[in-house]
T-cell receptor
Framework: KNQVEQSPQSLIILEGKNCTLQ??????????LRWYKQDTGRGPVSLTI?????NTKSNGRYTATLDADTKQSSLHITASQLSDSASYIC???????????FGSGTRLLVRP | SQTIHQWPATLVQPVGSPLSLECTVE??????LYWYRQAAGRGLQLLFY??????ISSEVPQNLSASRPQDRQFILSSKKLLLSDSGFYLC????????????FGPGTRLTVT
């Protein structure tokens, strides 16, 4: 069964600290993996998208990694800011399908 | 640049009432369009998918329906709402299928009472 699992479910960190969010997937065949940021009550916004051949991709203070062999991805946030408080969703696209498999997200709270 | 609009932003409807949510995309032509539902603490669930006018694919059996009367307009409807229809509804568009970015609208918060 195609699944995307994220951990932790929620996370609280102090402003300025770094954190890493995890994503494990069992989607096959694999096409690409995406990380989205979703503010409360808003639509998700794309942070990164990685294909099978990409190991790392950065977007400002956000760095995503992908290990296609172990089917794991991580999202590292550097020097967190209050505005980073949001849900971070890992999404996997399989093969040529339009269908995306969504994780349930990690809810991050950055405190001053 | 492309933009996607959804309305209304919030909606409170009684059980058994009809529903119509609208999504429009600007700045692109022949987009793929999607309707998702997000329940609290859950991942997004794809409800409908459309590759063109009048072409709708349904992902899950339910009392909702979708229509695409124009190239950049996607409508989600129901004849009679159920309590379980409450949730956050998101419309999205993409320029293609696999490998193409999906861009989400601002969402509609539906509460069925």
């Amino acid at each position: 069964k195609n699944q995307v699992e994220q951990s932790p479910q929620s996370l609280i960190i102090l402003e300025g600290k770094n954190c890493t969010l995890q994503c494990n997937y069992t989607v096959s065949p694999f096409s690409n993996l995406r990380w989205y940021k979703q503010d409360t009550g808003r639509g998700p916004v794309s942070l990164t998208i990685m294909t099978f051949s990409e190991n790392t991709k950065s977007n400002g203070r956000y760095t995503a990694t992908l290990d296609a062999d172990t089917k794991q991805s991580s999202l590292h946030i550097t020097a967190s800011q209050l505005s980073d408080s949001a849900s971070y969703i890992c999404v996997v696209s399989g093969g040529s399908s339009y269908k995306l498999i969504f994780g349930s997200g990690t809810r991050l709270l950055v405190r001053p | 640049s492309q933009t996607i609009h959804q309305w209304p932003a919030t909606l409170v409807q009684p059980v058994g009432s009809p529903l119509s949510l609208e999504c429009t995309v600007e700045g692109t032509s022949n987009p793929n369009l999607y309707w998702y539902r997000q329940a609290a603490g859950r991942g997004l669930q794809l409800l409908f998918y459309s590759v063109g006018i009048g072409q709708i694919s349904s992902e899950v059996p339910q009392n909702l329906s979708a229509s695409r009367p124009q190239d950049r307009q996607f409508i989600l409807s129901s004849k009679k709402l159920l309590l379980s229809d409450s949730g956050f509804y998101l419309c999205a568009w993409s320029a293609g299928t696999s490998g193409y970015e999906q861009y989400f609208g601002p969402g509609t918060r539906l509460t069925v009472t």
